[in-house]
């Protein structure tokens, strides 16, 4: 059984659907230290322009340490209606934007409180859109205590998985040693971004993937899993 983890993001690119598909499971870790400046409450879409952060706004001030599930949204800020019509503005034009133009637009109409919440109910529709169905779960019902590698081994033991799929950057900061020693055996996904078709001329990798959802549509999948591999 192959498993996976990453923090809840915002509308994530592809890599992080092409490694949750190539899952048996999936762990949202959502109890670990938010980290500003990620992925967590922002990613890039591509305009008129050129790429454009939509970034959804956080209650931070004197919440240093504070967990990626308790992160709070600013709704007094009106990013939610600075983010629909940035979309419809930009993607109005792509072949398949006005199928899935109305669950956006309620979803941003919404009034979110925690940011884990935007952002898994974003993924989890994206993952039916790309035809992604492996189970999803949460670190934080897991009431683990240890850190580091040793929390991503606890992890896979507590569901029974024989392997642990990292993303690329793992191998910067994971103790590869415990993954033997615990008999998991360790692969890292390398993702080669692979091209497809854009509104806008010259193609920009790295964009959220509601780029490619408008642009592919029921293709998205096959473009997703075209552009992935697994270093062992």
């Not at 230290?33 to 967590?40: H, P, S």
């Amino acid at each position: 059984m192959i498993l996976s983890v990453h923090q809840p993001q915002y509308v994530p690119w592809l890599g992080y659907f092409h490694k949750i598909a190539k899952s048996d499971v999936f762990v949202f870790l959502d109890d670990v230290q938010y980290k500003k400046r990620e992925f967590q409450n922002r990613n890039k879409i591509k305009t008129r322009d050129g790429w454009l952060w939509l970034t959804v706004p956080i209650v931070s001030k004197s919440k240093y340490m504070q967990k990626i599930a308790e992160v709070e949204i600013d709704n007094g800020a009106g990013w939610a209606n600075d983010h629909i019509k940035t979309i419809e503005h930009s993607y109005a034009t792509a072949p398949f934007f006005a199928g899935h133009h109305g669950f956006f637009s309620e979803l941003l109409n919404k009034k979110w409180t925690k940011l884990t919440d935007l952002n898994v109910e974003t993924v989890r529709y994206l993952m039916r859109c790309f035809d992604i169905k492996t189970p999803v779960h949460f670190s934080s019902g897991l009431n683990l205590e240890t850190t580091s590698t040793q929390r991503i081994i606890d992890i896979c033991k507590n569901f029974g998985a024989d392997t642990y799929l990292s993303g690329a950057g793992g191998m910067n900061y994971m103790d590869e040693s415990l993954f033997e020693k615990n008999g998991i055996k360790l692969v890292y996904q390398k993702f080669v971004h692979p091209e497809y078709r854009q509104c806008f001329g010259t193609f920009l990798p790295f964009m959220s993937a509601i780029d490619l959802l408008f642009n592919c549509g029921n293709e998205s999948r096959d473009v997703i899993m075209r552009g992935g591999v697994t270093i062992h």
